[in-house]
């Protein structure tokens, strides 16, 4: 029997980022982990290799499209081996990383499956392990949906962790999912020589995001992929000798096509039904998800749940910021989840991000807003790097403009939404956006600029 204080299962962002605060608060802290490395999807399959081989991807574009500035680079000598070690060595040293900042905090780190017995008790699987503690932190995430009738046994069939082993890159690949985590691989395997299809059940991909902000990604993937079927369901899959074949349903669509290989990224479905809640009384509402209230606490009195497994939007910093909020909870703090906004972002080629209402929310909710859209084809910036595709989107309230939401597309929108998100933290309004002076030439002007043509005091476009 292992006795102490918080028990946490699950070491992605929002386990390992609970167990240093509640360290660094001085208690005493084991994290159960069932893989060897930790960090969670974030860390091994999920955020930081996306974005390694995403970076991959922008190298070898911007070499392609640098023509325009006068220079020609050959076509490139693509090592997957090397772009593989790249990515994976990025993994190590981040998962390392956290293993070292656990030891040096002295949390007791225990690789194994972790289940309720009761409120009070966790086994491991596989040992005779019993933890007992005091409180605990489910943080047990998520995991890839698998459609069950699709012969995911069939090595060309790929979930999105399958994808980012790069175990060869396909001829003729099948994206089925136009969100976010779809289009981020297809973004990867497009740089990386495959022909892609994307299939989207729904009208517009990102459907999360407004569509204006979305259609410039989705005029230059046109001309970039084989098809971009919207509206369109998938009714069979086979797996032949000769590839897998799809029948579509869906306007404009073939009837059958025959794919190297495809990618199911249809979403994620939390890990809470997997873990024996039940014998410690925890609720599980009818998705999987873990109901808690503003201080992250389940329904029973001493156990907490974080991140993924609690309710979308699942993303890691939201996993973070409730990680702090449960530890300090725990260490009597007075904290509680209090955020205006979780930013969104895709990080496709241009990048989509958006924070606070969406155009299409305030219509749905009846609120009135002021609405500017700048063109970054009047940016002296997005000319100068030749990306001037993009848009910024600044949505204001009627009465006073205080801002209500943002959406980018284009170069580092991933990193321009930053600003919006504290604005909107701040309870800015039209006046505090357009009157701080921001650096030119630089994207970050367009979100000043955005808001200029909210308020009217920019009408001339280029
Ligand atoms: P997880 O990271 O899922 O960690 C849960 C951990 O619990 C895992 O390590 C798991 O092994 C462990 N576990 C589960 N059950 C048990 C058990 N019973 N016993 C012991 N251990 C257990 N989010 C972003 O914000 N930005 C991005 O760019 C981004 N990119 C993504 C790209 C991809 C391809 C994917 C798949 C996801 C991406 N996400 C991104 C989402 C992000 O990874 C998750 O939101 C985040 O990892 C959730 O953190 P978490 O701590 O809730 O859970």
Known sequence: MIKTQIVIIGSGPGGYTAAFRLADLGKQVTLIERYNALGGVCLNVGCIPSKALLHTAQIINEAKDASHVGVTFNEPLISINGIRTNKDNIVTKLTNGIKTLAKARKINVITGYGRFISANQITIENSDDIIEFEQCI???????????????????????????????????LLVVGGGIIGLEMATVYNALGSEITVVELSDQLITSADKDIINPLLRRIKKQYANIFLNTKITKIEALKEGIKVRFEGKNTPKFDTFDKILVAIGRTPNGRLIDCEKAGVEINDWGFIPV????????????AIGDIIGQPMLAHKAIHEAKIAAEVICGYKSGFNALTIPSIAYTDPEIAWTGKTEKELKAEGISYEKGLFPWTNSGRSLSIGRSEGITKGLFDTKIGKILGMGICGTNASELIAEATLAIEMGCDMDDIALTIHAHPTLSETTAFATEMAQGTITDLL
Request: proline residues 6%.
């Open 293 to 304: 209230n503003k201080q992250m606490k389940t329904n029973v009195n001493n156990i907490y």
């Open 138 to 172: 489910i943080a047990t995430g998520s995991q890839v949906t698998k459609i069950p009738t699709l012969p995911f046994d069939d090595a060309r069939v790929m979930s999105s962790t399958d994808a980012l082993n790069l175990s060869n890159i396909p001829k003729r």
